[in-house]
């Protein structure tokens, strides 16, 4: 994507910047940590999602 504003350009690296600065890294052993039920319901909406 191409922004030519750079007001708005600013305001979108500063926003990406916040949410990477938050973000928590996900790997295999934390997703297997999670409870059945919330990986039923992940699935769920996995096969669901082309009609969403």
Do not use: C, H, N
């Amino acid at each position: 994507m191409e922004i030519l504003d750079a007001g708005f350009a600013a305001g979108i690296e500063a926003r990406i910047g916040g949410a990477m600065a938050s973000a928590q890294p996900v790997t295999l052993q934390t997703l297997k940590a999670r409870p059945f039920i919330i990986r039923v319901f992940d699935r769920l909406l996995w096969l669901g999602s082309p009609y969403l």
